[in-house]
């Protein structure tokens, strides 16, 4: 959708920018149909090799396992709570995990948020551990206080909510109850969602997202998500008398409309430059001028909060016209976006902590390379992050809306 009212200028880089994500959608589901049964296979016959040499098996709930002892893992939900919470605690690898975070001179919370996939939580497999997620945890805990999750599968929200609390770091999460084409995805993740809640209780969690990407993948109809949003609302409140926790679905910036801001307590909005096909020394401004033409206004207009809630760059991939995936152009957007965004009292969560292996199998390199780290959380070659240019911003519901991003 085009905002008729926005300059030439605009128009014609949103066109550009869903076009482009079309396209890279279809490539993606081509991808998907020649590789499928490869992955599978290989993620299978993986599975399989661990449960011979490890005695565990990622897909099954039995608990005799190296990781399913000592961490809990399961294939979903299947046992909720990790079998040893109070440790000790070890990576996929078998690599034992202590409590300590060892600062590093590198790492400053330059971000108001970042969005974080567990590397192995790819259900039904789920060979993620408590011990994986504590590792990330004291990475993200010195770049931001808070972290958006994608989805409830293979203990991800469970996991991470241990590792702040047995961390003693201040951090909050936006959970996703994912939702795609199969009603059971929802299901399955809204509950899991319910029993975190119970379990955990509602102080870390500062908001939930029904979905990401729903309306533009055409995954529902609007009204159907939109009333999937209202159910949640109202089934949480019925559950938890003191919940005040705001829920929402995200979508990409041109999809925010005045049905969307009023079905949404807060209003999350991902804005690429790439898919803009920017060059990057424009792509600060050119995201900051997108964002507040396409969301903080009609936000605003609804007296509601507005959200970047993914915002970054890929370092590998095909190019987008002027828009080229490197590590390069990576380092010009993080110095270009970052402190400005800070100053500006920009809310936003970049995208993302970790490169994804797994996209990169299902649809390519430049699915999997939007990373500020490689898989294994080293730094990507000649990467510096921002710093000192901490966060001032309030949370989700902490600020009145306002115009400041366009100052």
């Not at 449960?51 to 002892?69: A, E, V």
């Not at 206080?145 to 991800?156: E, F, H, S, T, V």
């Amino acid at each position: 959708m085009v905002d008729q009212g926005a300059s030439e200028w605009l128009k014609k880089q949103q066109r550009a920018s869903r076009r482009t994500r079309i396209v890279v959608s279809t490539i993606g589901i081509l991808v998907v149909t020649g590789v499928l049964a490869g992955v599978i296979f290989a993620l299978v016959h993986k599975g399989t090799s661990n449960s011979q040499t490890t005695g565990s098996n990622p897909s099954s709930n039995n608990s005799t396992g190296p990781n399913n002892g000592r961490n809990g893992g399961d294939a979903g939900g299947g046992k909720y709570i990790p079998n040893n919470p109070k440790g000790p605690y070890y990576t996929s690898d078998d690599k034992q995990v202590d409590l300590v975070i060892t600062k590093d001179p590198n790492l400053s919370k330059s971000f108001y948020g970042i969005n974080y996939g567990p590397k192995l939580a790819i259900f039904p497999w789920c060979t993620n551990t408590l011990g994986d997620t504590i590792e990330d945890v004291k990475m993200l805990s010195q770049l931001t206080n808070r972290i958006r999750l994608y989805g409830m599968d293979c203990n991800a929200l469970n996991y991470t909510l241990y590792a702040i609390k047995l961390l003693g770091v201040s951090m909050t999460v936006v959970p996703t109850v994912w939702v795609d084409k199969n009603i059971t995805t929802y299901q399955r993740q809204y509950q899991d969602l319910a029993n975190n809640l119970k379990e955990h209780g509602l102080d870390l969690v500062e908001g939930i997202s029904v979905g990401n990407e729903v309306i533009f993948r055409q995954d529902v109809p609007t009204t159907e998500l939109f009333s999937r949003i209202a159910e949640v609302r109202t089934k949480f409140k019925t559950m938890f008398p003191n919940f005040n926790i705001p829920v929402f679905t995200s979508d990409i910036g041109s999809n925010v409309d005045a049905s969307f801001v009023q079905a949404n307590d807060v209003i999350f909005a991902n804005v690429h430059p790439y898919f803009g096909g920017v060059a990057v020394n424009t792509a600060s401004n050119w995201t900051f001028e997108f964002f507040q033409s396409f969301d903080l206004d009609k936000a605003v207009a609804g007296g509601k909060q507005a959200v970047m809630s993914e915002i970054g760059w890929p370092t590998n991939g095909t190019s987008n016209q002027q828009a080229v995936a490197s590590v390069d152009n990576l380092q010009t957007f993080l110095t270009g976006f970052v402190c400005t965004a800070n100053i500006r009292k920009v809310k936003y969560y970049y995208f993302e902590m970790f490169d994804t292996p797994w996209k990169t199998d299902y649809f390519g390199p430049l699915e999997g390379s939007w990373g500020l780290f490689n898989p294994d959380r080293s730094f990507k070659k000649n990467i510096k992050l921002p710093t000192n240019c901490d966060v001032t911003v309030g949370g989700l519901l902490a600020d009145s809306p306002s115009s400041v991003v366009g100052t």
